[in-house]
């Protein structure tokens, strides 16, 4: 857009804690069919990394500007400052987790067009659930009931009782900067607003159509989620209100439904918990009685519903009755003999000192529990950690790590007494979580592959998935480990729960920063290399309902290797002094066909950190070991030549071949001549690797389990920062080396 062009709509969006939606938010206006209309996206002092978002677009899309404010203001002020921004005939308002429907722009245009530009444009929304439900405004029926032509609201004021919003309007931007409309400071900012601009519109038209998707969170979000003292902004907002009706005799008959609105609007406040604690319940109920009394019109009478006995309970200050009612309208339920039994076992203290490990199903000594696990042995000595493996895998713990297997009276003492969890999955349903208990959910990948809640819109590889026990499991989490801000935006999105982000990197990879050369070395001699030897990892992922399925209970093995290459073949492109290692995916049993001598399968090796370190190429297609091995900044080469049959069984985050760690091969044979012409180590791969490296091995510097240590155990707030990328030298390449 050239400087000083004026487009159709300026739509301002404030972000704050809003990374895992925003970039959905954006690409909803972006991809509009209108396109005459900028961006204002205003960072209000977000520190989740909103900003670099919004910056990303705006290199990318002329018509995004940013505004970055120098400290959080909230939501009201940072769009004072937008608006101040604003260059369009009409301002729109858009929060960073909602959505506009494809069309939307288009239709509210012509709509504008149509009314011959009124002062504003209201239209319709539906709220989107977590969960993929879509609920409609219930207030729909009024668009097209009484939404005909151009009025007031005193003409039509049923438009008043929908929620007090400012997403839902279009505003001419000339009316709002005449009469000097502005946001206040904090929360519930909307309602001032709304009853300013709708009382004093002349002309106010509607567009009966779905325009928004207003997200609802399942952890609530933003003041949804917010508790404490905060809640009690609603009083001076509404003070605002009817201040305002009251400074003009021309609004004296709106009175009486402001009054009843704002009674009706505090006392739904005052009914969740989330926002006002059983504890403060009783000074917002006081606090409100004093907002009635300070703004009650005169000859005031309350109507015989129950809406009604609430607000007259509200005017008379009468908190025993309404409390009363509160407690009687509680189900009260007789706990089941297995839960009174597990109460009575839980009353044994927990051990502070106690920390119970697990990784991949109870199957292996592994990933980034291993990795705290030593850590904690070195910073934390006093905390005994014992890990949880099942019968036919007590094989794969090492001589002195103390262990219990799953399903024995010692795993249940271990479960009842233990103040630490760590697993890089989901403990198993019944795990009932203590009070003081905490648990750390390390994860075993950077998200390529489709997760969590978002496996709803793939039938084959969510199937029989349950969003309830899933969404119960993920309740349990206390911190979630993210190794770039990339992950941490999925995570957050498709795991909603409250557990804290920390953004430290994997600690499983602090191995592929620290190891030396010798390490290398000798790792590479236990497989017969030495350096002339140039050694490849293929470790490819699973097909979803052709190798594995996925089950509530976790992966089901289908007796597939995930195998797309002819091993023997592979080995003879990388030349006499090839090697090759396979690695299958974790969940499969099967074994690779027969293969030359020059082949090694290594699917059942420990620790996949140390084959990343003995290869000094890798291999693969869809799964996160591409983001591990990118640590290393050594070759990588991609086999996607079923890319659209695992697009539409699993799907993926990304298009990996439009942002590639290196070599795309669409076919065995590109990828074997890729091999043998040295393609794999070219310049160009090597730019793909290093832009692949800067966004997603962000936090892998060798810290990441010190990081963890003394954030969880130790619980110490200032932890070692991040090295640059730039400054950390992983560990070499013995062949590259040499």
């Keep these: 857009m050239a400087l000083g062009t004026v487009p159709k709509f300026s739509i301002v969006v404030p972000c704050h804690a809003s990374r895992a939606w925003l970039r959905s938010c954006l690409d909803s206006v972006l991809r509009q ?43 009201g002020l940072a769009r004072n400052a937008g608006l101040k921004e604003c260059r369009g005939d009409y301002v729109l308002f858009l929060d960073a987790d909602d959505l506009y429907l494809p069309g939307s722009l288009e239709a509210i245009a012509a709509r504008i067009d149509a009314t011959d530009r009124p002062d504003i444009l209201l239209f319709d929304y539906e709220r989107i659930f977590w969960d993929g439900r879509v609920v409609r405004n219930q207030r729909h029926d009024a668009f097209a009931g009484h939404g005909a032509g151009v009025f007031t609201a005193a003409e039509r004021p049923i438009f008043l009782t929908f929620l007090e919003v400012v997403w839902n309007k279009a505003c001419r931007r000339d ?13 519930y900012e909307d309602a001032p607003w709304t009853y300013s601009t709708m009382l004093t519109a002349e002309r106010i038209a509607t567009l009966d159509r779905v325009v928004v998707h207003y997200r609802q969170h399942r952890t609530g979000g933003n003041i949804h989620a917010t508790g404490g003292r905060r809640q009690w902004d609603i009083f001076d907002q509404y003070d605002r209100v009817h201040a305002f009706i009251q400074s003009d005799p021309d609004l004296a008959g709106w009175r009486r439904f402001a009054f009843d609105r704002s009674l009706d609007h505090i006392l739904a406040v005052l009914a969740k918990p989330e926002r006002v604690a059983p504890d403060d319940r009783a000074d917002f109920f006081h606090a409100a009685h004093a907002f009635a009394k300070r ?36 189900v009260l339920q007789v706990p089941s003999p297995r839960k009174t039994v597990t109460k009575l076992r839980h009353r044994g203290k927990l051990d502070p000192n106690l920390a119970a ?8 000594y592994a990933c980034n529990p291993r990795a705290i696990y030593e850590k904690a042995a070195e910073l934390a000595p006093q905390l005994r950690g014992v890990w949880v493996v099942d019968a036919d895998h007590v094989h794969v713990v ?70 309830d026990e899933l969404m119960r499991q993920t309740d349990r989490w206390d911190f979630n480990i993210s190794s770039n801000r990339y992950s941490s935006e999925i995570w957050e999105r498709t795991y909603p729960a409250y557990f804290e982000e920390l953004e430290y990197g994997f600690p499983r990879n602090d191995r592929l920063i620290n190891a030396t050369l010798d390490e290398v070395r000798a790792i590479r001699a236990g497989f017969g290399f030495d350096d002339s030897h140039l050694v490849v990892l293929y470790a490819p992922t699973f097909r979803d309902g052709v190798d594995s399925v996925r089950l509530p209970t976790g992966l089901v093995d289908l007796g597939g290797t995930g195998i797309h290459l002819d091993l023997d073949r592979l080995a003879s492109s990388v030349g006499e002094h090839g090697r090759v290692l396979v690695r299958t995916h974790y969940s499969l049993s099967a074994a690779p066909d027969a293969h030359s001598g020059k082949v090694i399968d290594v699917s059942r090796h420990p620790r996949v950190e140390d ?7 890798l291999i693969s ?28 069984r699993r799907g993926t985050y990304f298009d990996i071949t439009e942002f590639p760690p290196g070599l795309v091969a669409r ?6 001549a890729g091999l043998q012409t040295g393609a794999f180590a070219s310049p160009e791969a090597a730019k793909h690797r290093q832009l692949y490296r800067e966004k997603f091995c962000e936090y892998d510097d060798g810290r990441a389990a010190e990081r963890v240590v003394r954030r969880v155990f130790l619980g110490e707030t200032e932890v070692p920062p991040i090295t640059p990328l730039a400054e950390r030298t992983p560990a070499p390449s013995a062949h590259f080396h040499a």
């Design 611 to 617: 084959l990343m370190l003995a290869a000094d190429v």
């Design 667 to 672: 076919s065995p044979e590109e990828l074997l």
């Design 357 to 364: 490990y697990c990784s991949y199903w109870f199957k292996q």
């Design 33 to 75: 069919s209108f396109t005459d209309f900028e961006i204002i996206g205003v960072d209000d002092a977000d520190l989740d990394g909103s900003g670099r978002i919004l910056d990303e677009y705006a290199a990318a899309d002329p018509r995004v500007r940013v505004l970055h404010l120098d400290e959080n203001v909230g939501l």
């Design 621 to 648: 297609d869809y799964s996160s070991i591409t983001f591990d091995y990118a640590n290393l900044d050594r070759p990588i080469v991609l086999l996607v030549e079923d890319k659209n049959f695992y697009d539409g």
């Design 398 to 467: 090492p001589e002195g790590v103390e262990y219990v297997v799953a399903g024995s009276p010692a795993y249940q003492k271990l479960l009842d007494k233990a103040t630490y969890f760590v697993s890089n999955m989901n403990w198993p349903k019944e795990l009932e979580k203590r009070e003081g208990q905490i648990h750390l959910q390390t994860q075993h990948g950077t998200p390529l592959k489709t997760m969590g809640s978002d496996l709803r819109h793939f039938p084959l590889a969510g199937k029989d998935l349950d969003l």
């Design 295 to 330: 703004w009650k019109p005169e000859g005031y009478g309350t109507d015989r519903t129950r809406r009604g006995f609430k607000r007259w309970l509200l005017i008379h200050d009468d908190y025993a009755t309404y409390s009363t009612l509160k407690l009687s309208s509680k």
């Design 175 to 187: 009316f709002l900067t005449r009469h000097g409309f502005a946001f206040t400071a904090g929360f």
